[in-house]
């Protein structure tokens, strides 16, 4: 009986212990982040945009012998004097990300005034662009049903609403560099014409050749150009309330979902054609963008870029090949293209499942509706729970959301009610993926990488949504009693896959906390001049051997870092 009262003991003494560790790192981090969002660089510098990232790359670009020297006195320098340079970087990066650095007067506050505007245009933005595009579901389906185009097959169709995808984010660096060389106005307002020309050409189209031409080239092509510019702007305009505007404005892309979908059935209803439909679309979208594009301002004046050597720095800054050599890099990526695979089959498949299922055209475009609702909702709650999780956390518990949705639920959706809640419940999670990819990336790379990381990220975005949905399309087996569950499986491994993917980041983020902490410590313990007690010498030796012995190599400390349960 001793025994096991001695066994019962040192369990309970290891669990304590290992609660107080976690208890401790957690506080310790959680420390650290208010730390960082005490300042306006660390605010700006946890939540980092591109147009920021871009500032800072430029700036190191055009430095880069001042910043060599800086780094050979830094090696030359005493602890004191390390402390000043360090103090003076961050000033000086602070003023380099706010403007201040090119002399820049008179510009507006953040999170005030005409802030509010912008955020008024980002919301209109998302809403006419990727709103406007999660109405495609109700096309492609009435297309399907109605054999619209001669010789026209369920692959055309997917492909073409696949261009719009992949233009609209792979040419996402492209049009940042025409935007910075032409100016932001300019290349907008013609994406605004392009936008509402293959809107309205597409409602006259009879042939499948036009169909490309319109909805696919031209939609997807202005859809580039008013996006991509003016989404950037957003972060400079909000300081302490950036979650908050950042929240509303993604929310746009499902209000806007909702909306063009109902409304688009609604008139194929009326009319009994898809025509009127497309115009109505075309006619909404010319109308909100000429007043975003109106709106739009940068908070910090842009210079055109005029000079050679200009372009040249700009073109280094978006295309810097060192990303190519980070593992991390790829590991997201690859995860969030999985995860976009999963999120395109889901939602595109989701009205031509209803129709297979037996029920009318109505309820599938109300199917895509409530989806489209839901990631107005999901989307808006993931931004602002993230901070509190922890991104990397938050994005692996809605990645296992998913793998159980798809395969428990949506494999085995044959009832009304069943579709219901899973259209509910996938609109609220599966927009994760598209919210939380550019914080995690900028979390991970180093600053002046970002911006090329971005467009590494976009360009292979746009060229995967090109085939997922043709890919989701060959799975469908029209001659078996359950057509869609090749597909409905494919989207389950894309979700599954993606796991496997960002696991080894939360590892790596885990490691570098441990690592940092394990060198505090170790430089609290060599400190001479601090008047440690003896209590306080053990417990700092305790949290040493911790450290040690989970940074050690080997599966075991590997696995055990995976599941150190702290915020990341």
């Known amino acids: 009986m001793s025994r096991v009262t001695s066994l019962h003991r040192a369990i309970s003494e290891?669990?304590?212990n290992v609660a107080e560790r976690i208890r401790d790192d957690n506080l310790e981090s959680a420390k650290e982040e208010a730390e960082k969002r005490r300042t306006r660089l660390g605010r700006e510098m946890t939540n980092l945009g591109l147009e920021e990232a871009v500032r800072i790359a430029t700036y190191k670009s055009e430095n880069a012998e001042l910043l060599k020297q800086k780094r050979r006195e830094m090696e030359a320098a005493s602890a004191a004097e390390l402390e000043e340079i360090k103090r003076q970087q961050a000033i000086e990066l602070e003023r380099v990300i706010t403007g201040a650095a090119k002399g820049e007067e008179g510009i507006p506050p953040p999170d005030k005034g005409y802030a509010w505007v912008m955020a008024l245009a980002g919301f209109m933005l998302l809403f006419a662009t990727w709103g406007s595009n999660g109405a495609y579901g109700v096309f492609l389906s009435y297309w399907l049903n109605n054999s619209t185009f001669p010789g026209a097959g369920a692959k055309d169709y997917a492909l073409i609403g696949s261009m719009v995808l992949c233009l609209a984010q792979s040419l996402a660096p492209f049009t940042q560099m025409l935007s910075a060389i032409l100016g932001i106005k300019?290349?907008?307002?013609?994406?605004?014409?392009?936008?509402?020309?293959?809107?309205?050409?597409c409602s006259y189209c009879d042939k499948l050749w036009?169909?490309?031409?319109?909805?696919?080239?031209?939609?997807?092509?202005?859809?580039?150009l008013v996006f991509n510019p003016l989404n950037t702007l957003m972060p400079e305009w909000f300081d302490k309330k950036r979650g908050i505007s950042s929240g509303i404005i993604v929310s746009a892309s499902g209000v806007g979902g909702v909306?063009?979908?109902?409304?688009?059935?609604?008139?194929?209803d009326q009319t009994g054609e898809f025509r009127w439909s497309v115009r109505m679309i075309a006619f909404i979208c010319l109308a909100f963008e000429v007043v975003l594009t109106l709106l739009a301002k940068p908070?910090?004046?842009?210079?055109?870029?005029?000079?050679?050597?200009e372009i040249k720095t700009r073109?280094?800054?978006l295309f810097n090949f060192k990303i190519l050599n980070l593992w991390y890099v790829h590991s997201i990526t690859v995860w969030f293209l999985l995860i976009l695979g999963c999120y395109i089959i889901s939602l595109f498949s989701l009205s031509a499942?209803?129709?297979?299922?037996?029920?009318?055209?109505?309820?599938?475009?109300?199917?895509?509706?409530i989806f489209n609702g839901c990631q107005a909702i999901g989307r808006f709650s993931i931004g602002l729970a993230s901070d509190h999780t922890g991104r990397v956390n938050l994005a692996l518990v809605l990645n296992v959301v998913m793998i159980v949705l798809i395969f428990a639920m949506w494999i085995n959706s044959f009832s009304y009610n069943c579709i219901l809640f899973y259209s509910i419940l996938s609109g609220l999670s599966f927009g994760s993926a598209s919210t939380l990819n550019q914080p995690i990336m900028a979390d991970q790379v180093e600053p002046e990488l970002f911006p090329s990381a971005w467009s590494y990220e976009n360009f292979f975005m746009g060229v995967w949504s090109l085939v997922v949905e043709l890919i989701a399309l060959e799975l469908r087996d029209q001659g078996k009693k359950r057509p869609f569950i090749r597909a409905q499986i494919c989207a389950g491994f894309f979700a599954t896959g993606g796991i496997f993917f960002l696991i080894p980041i939360r590892e790596l983020k885990i490691r570098l906390f441990l690592q940092k902490r394990l060198a505090a410590t170790d430089a609290a313990l060599m400190d001479?001049?601090?008047?440690?007690?003896?209590?306080?010498?053990?417990?700092?030796e305790k949290r040493k051997v911790h450290y040690i012995a989970i940074l050690r190599p080997g599966i075991h400390a590997y696995l055990h870092r995976l599941v150190y349960p702290i915020r990341v």
């Open 14 to 16: 290891n669990v304590r």
């Open 186 to 201: 300019p290349v907008m307002t013609v994406g605004v014409g392009l936008h509402f020309l293959g809107y309205m050409l």
């Open 210 to 224: 036009q169909l490309y031409l319109t909805q696919g080239f031209l939609v997807g092509l202005g859809f580039a």
């Open 259 to 268: 909306i063009f979908s109902l409304a688009s059935q609604s008139l194929i």
């Open 299 to 309: 908070r910090i004046p842009k210079h055109r870029l005029k000079s050679v050597a």
């Open 315 to 317: 073109a280094s800054v």
């Open 353 to 369: 499942y209803c129709t297979f299922m037996g029920f009318s055209q109505k309820v599938g475009s109300d199917m895509t509706a």
């Open 528 to 540: 001479k001049d601090a008047e440690l007690t003896t209590e306080g010498r053990a417990l700092f």
